[in-house]
């Protein structure tokens, strides 16, 4: 939209307006909604075998519980806050809403909408660039990926040094400490590469990318901390161990590529996995069912309350 100089006004729109461009067409549209169909008929049935009834029986009652889930869902957007100050160099505070709906978007409505949700809120209010907007934007998606990728390769690592009974045939402990080891060396020799050819691939400085990385390796630790600890308010009966599992599991599938709706594949491996933990399966599936739902209440309720807000709100400059 354009304007003319002083008679501009601010004028809202739909920040979902773009989501339809990058939503899938066609056939490719109908697979994933086939998938997502698929995997939740699948659990549905498994849930009606288990009983609604014993679930109901078994969903987490402790207050505790339910703090948790709230704390460790806001982690992200207090994090970015923090991370958009420094990418921008802007002053972030008193954004808490808008990350919250950044948040929600891609969670609930397609992946990357919150970003584009952002910028064209940022390119309202700051006097920035689109092309520094979109770059601070794709640097933060990038060290995101990077540190998460990082997190699920280490993670998995400690779990098969934990428990290499997981690997046919004790491989890991054939392999022995040496062979983890140089792998390990790998994955930090790679995040040396990115830092050094930084310039090349992201547009910041070394200093800034040193502690946006930091804040990301803090707000996945911090996240995966809290959410064990609701977990174990949950199901006491629970060992870190099984925790750690879980963890370990649920970041390896948030890095499986070309897979839709990960939340509900990861509600499907947890449903089938309960038997064989060693607590009261009935117990571990109706906590994971009660956190889909708050995960899902949230993300809506997020977006509701949001759009209420005149300060979450997007407007550019047009007629």
């Not at 698929?38 to 009834?53: C, K, M, N, V």
């Not at 923090?82 to 709906?101: K, P």
């Amino acid at each position: 939209m354009t304007g003319d100089g002083d008679t501009q006004e601010a004028a809202e729109v739909d920040p979902l307006g773009p989501r339809e461009e990058a939503r899938p067409a066609g056939w490719k549209l109908w697979l994933r909604r086939a998938f997502t169909i698929g995997i939740l008929s699948f659990i549905i049935w498994r849930l009606t075998l288990i009983g609604w009834g014993e679930l109901w029986r078994n969903l987490p009652t402790e207050p505790l519980f339910y703090v948790l889930h709230f704390t460790a869902y806001s982690v992200l957007p207090l994090s970015e806050i923090a991370i958009f100050s420094l990418i921008w160099g802007v002053s972030m505070s008193g954004t808490f809403g808008v990350m919250l709906r950044k948040r929600a978007l891609n969670n609930s409505v397609i992946g990357y909408s919150g970003e584009v949700y952002l910028y064209l809120w940022a390119k309202a209010r700051f006097g920035l660039t689109g092309r520094r907007l979109a770059s601070g934007l794709k640097d933060n998606v990038l060290m995101s990926g990077i540190a998460t990728a990082l997190c699920a390769i280490v993670a998995a690592l400690m779990l098969l040094w934990i428990n290499p009974d997981l690997v046919r045939d004790r491989l890991v402990e054939r392999a022995g400490p040496l062979s983890i080891g140089l792998f390990a060396v790998l994955i930090v020799a790679v995040l040396i590469l990115f830092y050094v050819f930084r310039a090349k691939i992201f547009g910041i400085g070394g200093r800034i990318f040193a502690i946006v990385m930091a804040l990301h390796f803090a707000r996945i630790g911090l996240t995966y901390i809290l959410q064990a600890w609701q977990w174990d308010v949950g199901v006491p009966a629970g060992t870190a161990e099984l925790w750690f599992t879980l963890i370990t599991v649920q970041l390896v599938i948030s890095q499986l590529p070309l897979l839709p709706n990960r939340d509900l594949i990861y509600l499907a491996f947890v449903i089938e996995y309960a038997g064989s933990t060693g607590v009261n399966p009935q117990d571990l599936q109706a906590m994971f069912v009660t956190i889909f739902v708050l995960y899902q209440l949230l993300n809506y309720t997020a977006l509701a309350v949001t759009s209420l807000l005149p300060s979450t709100r997007v407007a550019v400059k047009g007629a």
